[in-house]
Structures are given as C-alpha cells and as structure tokens.
C-alpha cells in the first residue's frame, strides 16, 4: 500500500539502494492486478501502486517452468 504514495517513481529509483531493491523484488509476485492486497484500495490508487512497483523493479521475470515451456 505504500507504494500508492510514489508520485514519482523514475526519481525514487535513483534513490534505491541494491538492499531496497532486493526488498521489493521479494514482493513483486503482488504486481498481479489480481492480488488480494489491491482490493483493499480504490482502483486507480491500486493502478498507480502497481505502475510504481513495476517502474522501481521490472516487470516480474518469468519463473522456470514458464521459461521453458515458452
């Protein structure tokens, strides 16, 4: 949820260091719009979370088995 706070994203990911990445790619799995964690916020609170999460880490890697079958 405190991800719905980032105004600006590309400026913050100036600012991270490689242990704050690492703390968010341990929760990337929650950029499924899906997730139950979104449906406690309005959805375009949720969106803007979701676009800040994705412009701080990427977008989520594929995982093995996804990889190997396409």
């Keep these: 949820m405190l991800l719905s706070l980032v105004t600006?994203?590309?400026?913050?990911?100036r600012r991270l260091?490689?242990?704050?990445?690492s703390r968010l790619q341990g929760v990337v799995g929650m950029a499924d719009?899906?997730?139950e964690v979104w449906?406690?916020?309005e959805p375009s609170v949720a969106d803007r979370a979701r676009l800040a999460m994705v412009s701080l880490v990427g977008e989520p890697s594929l995982d093995q088995d996804s990889a190997v079958e396409g």
């Design 8 to 13: 600006d994203p590309a400026a913050m990911a």
């Design 39 to 41: 449906s406690h916020l």
């Design 17 to 21: 260091t490689r242990k704050d990445r």
């Design 33 to 35: 719009p899906d997730h």
